[in-house]
C-alpha cells in the first residue's frame, strides 16, 4: 500500500475498531431478514443454453405438440401383476393419487383399451373394447397383451410382466406455460436485435414475474413429491413402489444440495475447527478465522436472497469455495501476526495489528484479483447457471477479501498480544524439512514432476463429460433404484424426440396446386365458395399406406438400439391399425376415412402426438436408458442422424433431433468446450498479473509454471481415473487455479522479502518454507481434510467435487513448497546471489 492508503486505512479502519464490528453487526442483522429469500433452482430451465438453436426449435415443438408433466410409479406386486390383490391395490392407489390436487389423471393398466383379449377388429373398435374392469375378461390374454403389446410393453408393463407403471399427469399450469411463452419469445427478438424500447421493459417485467411464480412452482412441487410420497408410504407392505419422473428428480436434487450445504456444511466446519486447534492450540486462532468465513457465508447468502439471485446445482458448492478463500485469507494472517509477534514479544498490539496487514495486504489483495480471473473463466460460457456462477464467486471472493481486513484487524485489535505460533511447532521443522530435501534432490524432483506432467497430459486427452444422469446417485439410494427399475423394465428415462419434415418437392407440389386452385377459381363462375373446400382431398405427405411404413422401419430400427427403450410413433400406431384390419395395411381411402371417424380420446393417444395437424410432419417419442453403461448421448444421436441420412435415404435439413438429451448433452458439451478453451487465456491473464505483481518477466514465467501444472494435473486424474466434467467437476480446473495462483502469490511475495536480506537463494527457499511455508501447509491441510467429509455424500457431485477440491489442496501445497522453489533455485529469476 502506498503511503496515503496506510494512513486512510489506519484512520478510518484500524483506529475505529468498535464502529466497524458494530457496523458488522449491524449488516448482519440486516442481511438476516434477507437469508431466508435465499432458494435453490434445479428447475430443467437451469440446465440449458439460453441461446441454443436446439432449445428454441425444442420449445417450438412443446408449444406445436403439447407437454404435460408427469410423475411415475413402479409398481411391483409381492402377488401376481393381475391378481385380485394386486389390481385392487392398484385400484386404491390410483384412487388415492387423484385426490392430490393438481393431479389431473392418472394412467394405468386398469383403463386402457384391450385389443387382443380376446382379438377385436376395426369395426368392432367403437363398440367392443376391453379393459381389465370389463367382466370375464380373460387375464391371460391379458397379461400377454400387456407384454407383447407395442403401445403397452415397457411402458405400463415391464417385458417379464412383474412390474407395471402409473402415470400420474399434472394439470397444465396455464399460467407458467403463458409467462415461459412470453418470456422466451421476448429473449428471441432479444437476441435477434429487433426487440423495442417497450418491449425491453415488458421482457423485465415477465422476467421478473416468471422468476417469482417458477419459486411458488418449486415449493408447490416439492409438496406435492412429498404428498405422493406419503400416499406411496400406505401401499409398500403390498408391492415395491418407486416414484419417478422430473418433477421428483427436480425435487430431490434440490434436497440433496440442501442436505450436503447444511449437514455437511456443519461436518466440514466440526473438522477445520479440529484440524485448526491442533495446528494453533489456542481458541483465538480457531474462532476467528472461522469467524470470519461464517460472516462471509451469512452476508453472501443474505446478499443472494436480497438480489433474488437463485443458486442452482452449478453453482451450490459457492459456500465452500467462499470458506476455502476466507481460511486462505484469515490463515496467511493469523501466521503473519505470530512471526511479528514472536520477532518483538514487546510490541503493543495496535502496532503488530497494523504491521501484519501492511505486510500482508499487497499479496492478499493480489491472490483475490487472480482468483476472480480464474472464476471469470466461467463467464465466457452460454449456460445462464455457470455465467451467474461466475459472478457469484467475483461477488463473494470481494466479499471475504473485505471482510477479512476489516472484522479480524477490528476484532483482534480489541484482543491483548498472543503468540499464534510456537517458535517449537513441529510444522515448522517439517516445511524447513522439505526446503532441504528439495534443495538436496532438486534434480530428482524436477523429474518427478516432468513425469507427472506427462501422465496428465496424457490423461487429459481422457477427459470427457457427464453422459449419465443415474450416475449422480449412488446406487443405494432410492432415486437410483427407482430410475434403474424405470430405465431398464419401463423403457428409459431421458426423453428424445425425432421430427421428420416433408420432402422439399412436395411442398413444391402444393404450392403448384395452389396456385392452379386459385386460376380455377377465378375462372369458373358456377364454382361454390361454401363447399368447393369438402370436395377437395386433403393433400399430405405422411398419413399414407408407404409413409407410414417408412415410419414404421425408422421405428423398428430405433427399438433395435441398446440405449433405446421405449419408442412411441405412429410406427406404433400403423401396428395396432394393422393388427385391427387382419395384418393389413389400410389402402390410402380407409386410412383417410379412419382419421376423419376416430374417436377424439383415440386421436388423442394414437395420433395428435406424432403427427403434425396437416400431416406433414412426423414425429418419433423415444426414451434412452440412462442405466446403459455404453451410453454416450452425442455419439447416439450423430449415430441415429447417420442412419435416417444414409440408410433411410432422407435429407439431413428434414431432421430434427431434440428433447431434453439433446439439450443437456448441449449444456455439457458447451461446458467442456468453454471451460478447456479458456484456460489459456486464463493462464496468459495471470500471467500479465505475476508480471505487474513481481516487476521481473522471468520470475512471472516461472511462477505460472505450477499453476499450469496443478490445471493440467487434476484434470489428467479425472482422464485416467473415468470422473467426467459434469454440472459441478467442470468448475474445478478455475478452483484449482485459483488455489494454486494464492499460494504462489504468497510464496514468491515472501521470497523476494527473504531474498533482499542476503540475496542467498539457498537461505530464502529455508526461511520461506519456515514462514509462509507453515501458513501454506496449515492452509492445505485445514480444507483437505475438512473438505474430506464430503465423499459420504449420497451426490457423486458432491463426492467428487470434495476428492478433487483435497487433491486441488495437495497440488498447490507440492507445487509450491517443492517445484516453485525448485525452479527459483534452478533459475535463479532475481538476479546473482550475493548482490543487494
Known amino acids: 500500500m502506498g503511503s496515503f492508503l496506510i494512513r486512510l486505512y489506519n484512520q478510518w479502519v484500524l483506529e ?91 394412467i394405468s393398466i386398469l383403463d386402457v383399451p384391450l385389443f387382443n383379449s380376446p382379438r377385436i377388429t376395426l369395426s368392432e373398435l367403437s363398440d367392443n373394447v376391453r379393459t381389465l374392469k370389463t367382466e370375464g375378461l380373460d387375464k391371460k390374454l391379458a397379461a400377454r397383451e400387456f407384454t ?41 427478438k432479444k437476441w435477434d436485435g429487433k426487440l423495442t424500447p417497450e418491449e425491453a421493459v415488458t421482457l423485465k417485467k415477465v422476467s421478473f414475474e416468471f422468476k417469482q411464480y417458477l419459486a411458488e412452482v418449486l415449493d408447490r412441487q416439492a409438496r406435492e413429491v412429498q404428498q405422493v410420497r406419503d400416499i406411496l408410504d400406505r401401499y409398500r407392505d403390498r408391492a415395491e413402489i418407486f416414484l419417478g419422473g422430473v418433477p421428483m428428480i427436480a425435487t430431490d436434487m434440490i434436497d440433496y444440495i440442501e442436505n450436503d450445504l447444511s449437514i455437511f456444511g456443519m461436518a466440514v466446519t466440526a473438522l477445520m475447527v479440529l484440524v485448526m486447534w491442533l495446528f494453533f492450540r489456542s481458541k483465538r486462532w480457531v474462532l476467528l478465522p472461522m469467524l470470519t468465513c461464517a460472516i462471509a457465508v451469512w452476508v453472501m447468502v443474505g446478499a443472494l436472497g436480497l438480489l433474488d439471485w437463485r443458486v442452482t446445482v452449478i453453482s451450490s458448492n459457492f459456500v465452500s469455495i467462499l470458506i476455502i478463500i476466507t481460511i486462505s485469507l484469515t490463515i496467511h494472517l493469523t501466521v503473519r501476526y505470530g512471526e511479528l509477534y514472536a520477532e518483538n514479544p514487546d510490541a503493543n498490539q495496535s502496532d503488530l495489528v497494523r504491521n501484519t496487514v501492511r505486510l500482508m495486504f499487497q499479496p492478499c489483495f493480489f491472490t483475490t484479483i487472480t482468483t476472480i480471473v480464474a472464476f471469470c473463466s466461467l463467464v465466457v460460457s452460454d449456460i445462464r447457471p455457470v455465467i451467474d456462477f461466475g459472478w457469484i464467486m467475483t461477488l463473494g471472493i470481494s466479499l471475504a477479501f473485505v471482510i477479512a481486513f476489516i472484522f479480524f484487524p477490528s476484532f483482534l485489535k480489541m484482543m491483548s498480544p498472543k503468540p499464534s505460533v510456537s517458535a517449537h511447532d513441529i510444522t515448522k521443522r517439517l516445511t524447513t524439512g522439505i526446503a532441504f530435501i528439495a534443495i538436496q534432490h532438486k534434480n530428482k524432483i524436477l523429474a518427478v514432476f516432468a513425469v507427472l506432467a506427462v501422465f496428465a497430459c496424457v490423461g487429459l486427452t481422457r477427459v470427457g463429460v457427464d453422459n449419465r444422469f443415474i450416475d449422480y446417485f449412488k446406487d443405494t439410494t432410492e432415486i437410483y433404484r427407482g430410475m434403474s427399475v424405470i430405465d431398464t423394465q419401463l423403457g428409459g428415462t431421458t426423453p428424445l424426440e425425432i421430427l421428420i419434415d416433408a420432402d422439399q418437392n412436395f411442398y413444391d407440389y402444393l404450392k403448384m396446386l395452389q396456385k392452379e386452385g386459385n386460376e380455377f377459381d377465378d375462372d369458373d363462375p358456377f364454382s361454390d365458395p361454401f363447399t368447393a373446400h369438402e370436395d377437395k382431398q386433403e393433400e399430405n405427405y405422411w398419413f399414407h399406406p408407404n409413409k407410414l411404413l417408412e415410419v414404421e422401419k425408422i421405428h423398428d430400427y430405433l427399438e433395435s438400439l441398446p440405449e433405446i427403450g421405449k419408442v412411441l410413433s405412429m410406427g406404433t400406431t400403423l401396428k395396432i391399425v394393422r393388427f385391427l384390419n387382419g395384418d393389413e395395411v389400410p389402402e390410402d381411402y380407409d386410412l383417410a376415412i379412419y382419421r376423419k371417424v376416430l374417436p377424439e380420446n383415440a386421436r388423442k393417444s394414437f395420433l395428435d402426438p406424432y403427427l403434425s395437424k396437416d400431416a406433414n410432419e412426423v414425429r418419433i417419442v423415444l426414451r434412452i436408458e440412462e442405466t446403459d453403461p455404453r451410453l454416450n448421448r452425442g455419439e447416439l444421436i450423430e449415430k441415429i442422424k447417420r442412419h435416417l441420412v444414409d440408410n433411410m435415404g432422407i435429407a439431413e435439413e428434414r431432421i430434427n433431433i431434440t428433447g431434453m438429451a439433446v439439450l443437456f448433452n448441449n449444456m455439457l458439451q458447451s461446458l467442456y468446450t468453454s471451460q478447456i ?29 505450477p499453476n499450469i501444472f496443478s490445471a493440467i494435473f ?13 454440472m459441478m467437476t467442470i468448475t474445478i480446473a478455475a478452483i484449482t487455479i485459483g488455489i494454486a495462483v494464492d499460494d504462489t502469490i504468497h510464496y514468491i511475495h515472501r521470497y523476494q522479502t527473504e531474498f533482499s536480506q542476503d540475496a542467498s537463494y539457498r537461505n530464502s527457499v529455508i526461511r520461506c ?68
Open 148 to 188: 407383447e403389446s407395442p403401445i403397452y410393453s415397457k411402458l405400463l408393463a415391464s417385458p417379464d410382466g412383474k412390474t407395471t407403471a402409473l402415470l400420474a399427469l399434472y394439470k397444465r399450469d396455464d399460467k407458467y406455460f403463458n409467462l415461459l411463452e412470453k418470456r422466451n419469445d421476448l429473449r428471441e
Open 714 to 726: 487434476i484434470l489428467g486424474f479425472m482422464g485416467w481415473m473415468d470422473i467426467p466434467l459434469d
Open 16 to 106: 475505529k475498531p468498535r464502529v466497524w464490528l458494530g457496523v458488522i453487526a449491524l449488516t448482519l442483522l440486516g442481511f438476516g431478514f434477507t437469508v431466508p429469500n435465499f432458494k435453490l433452482d434445479a428447475s430443467s430451465d437451469s440446465l440449458v443454453l439460453e441461446n441454443d438453436a436446439d432449445l428454441k426449435y425444442s420449445r417450438k415443438v412443446n408449444k406445436a405438440y403439447g407437454t404435460d408433466d408427469f410423475l411415475v410409479i413402479t409398481w411391483t406386486p409381492k402377488t401376481d401383476l393381475l391378481s385380485d390383490a394386486s389390481l385392487s391395490g392398484l385400484q386404491s392407489l390410483k384412487d388415492d393419487l387423484l385426490k392430490v390436487d393438481r393431479i389431473e389423471k392418472v
Open 677 to 705: 478453451a479458456t484456460l489459456g487465456l486464463v493462464f496468459v491473464a495471470i500471467l500479465i498479473m505475476f508480471m505487474i505483481l513481481f516487476r521481473r518477466i522471468f520470475l512471472a514465467v516461472l511462477a505460472v509454471i
Open 769 to 836: 518454507h519456515g514462514s509462509i511455508g507453515r501458513a501454506i501447509y496449515y492452509t492445505s491441510i485445514t480444507i483437505t481434510v475438512g473438505f474430506s467429509i464430503l465423499t459420504l455424500s449420497n451426490f457423486i457431485p458432491t463426492i467428487y467435487f470434495g476428492l478433487l477440491t483435497g487433491l486441488a489442496m495437495i497440488l498447490a501445497l507440492l507445487g509450491d513448497l517443492l517445484l516453485l522453489p525448485l525452479l527459483i533455485y534452478q533459475f535463479r529469476p532475481l538476479g546473482p546471489e550475493h548482490k543487494k
